[in-house]
């Protein structure tokens, strides 16, 4: 998913010539207030560029421990979000990521004038996706997956060996299902994490693919429904293992919102019939 969002870049970095002062001003300000961002002010953390091989044996908890953004401990980046339906570019948004190992990421997007388009937090305890313009946020309490490997014992796992890739089956669900939950796609040179397909009764819902990777670190993140929506997220001018404050991965509160069910958004997104 790639929302690109024009006029929206920290202090000292060059922006769009169609983006006015105010814009560019008050983008700037929620961009620092918000992440603490300031990458063209100071030196990006240096990671390898290629990943090592892996030559230990493969079990299933080492390939739960390569899920997602690896031995990273955090990141702060600028990203740029593009939209598509049906295979066409639909809508494009700029914004800024936080992750922080194991379980905490937020993702802002930002329209005119540095206002907050869309909120995305994940954390140990709960999933919530929040639209001010809609007074809307939906929620998924414990979540219970994490980013950087997969601790919920609430699931069980098979893995699978196919030419050159492995295969982490999830099987089970926050309700108590025993269908399949999730595949996990790892290369089989380096076990890095090149895909995760999501299921919702037993029927493929969404499929998840990295690419870019910095070190073991995926720059890019392509999300794809079956109602023919996709969306790219490329990570840009991003910052490895440096400090975030916990507090900006606070619970979204409920207050003057309508709160739905997480899951009333994946039906939204789910194959039209």
């Known amino acids: 998913m790639r929302f690109l969002l024009s006029g929206f870049y920290p202090s000292g970095c060059p922006a769009s010539k169609k983006a006015g002062a105010l814009q560019k001003t008050a983008s700037c ?31 299933i908890d080492v390939l739960k421990k390569s899920v997602g953004f690896g031995n990273v401990s955090s990141i702060k980046s600028l990203v740029d979000v593009s939209v598509f339906k049906d295979g066409e570019a639909s809508g ?25 388009v869309t909120e995305l937090l994940m954390t140990s305890t709960v999933l919530q996706m929040h639209i001010p313009s809609k007074a809307l946020l939906y929620e998924w309490k414990s979540s219970g997956i ?3 490997t997969l601790l919920d014992d609430r699931f069980i796992y ?31 040179k380096y076990l890095l994490n090149r895909g995760i397909v999501f299921y919702r009764e037993n029927k493929e819902a969404a499929r998840i693919s ?39 991965f606070k619970q979204i509160p409920h207050a003057d919102k309508k ?11 789910a194959p039209k019939r």
């Open 29 to 59: 300000l929620l961009l620092i207030a918000s992440l603490l961002l300031s990458s063209c002010a100071k030196p990006q953390v240096v990671r390898k560029a290629e990943p090592e091989p892996y030559t230990g044996p493969v079990t």
């Open 92 to 116: 494009s948004l700029n914004g800024v990521l936080g992750y922080k190992a194991p379980s905490n990421m937020k993702v802002s997007m930002f329209g005119p004038f540095g206002l907050t």
């Open 146 to 148: 994490s980013l950087s």
């Open 158 to 188: 098979t893995m699978e060996e196919k030419g050159d890739e492995l295969y982490l089956y999830a099987f089970g669900d926050a309700e108590g299902g025993s269908g399949l939950f999730a595949t996990y796609i790892f290369d089989r």
């Open 210 to 248: 990295f690419g870019s990777f910095n070190g073991r670190v995926p720059e890019k993140t392509m999300v794809e429904f079956l109602n023919g929506s996709a969306v790219e997220i490329t990570l840009r001018e991003p910052e490895y293992d440096t400090d975030i404050p916990d507090g900006y």
């Open 259 to 269: 709160v739905l069910p997480f899951q009333d958004l994946l039906k939204r997104l």
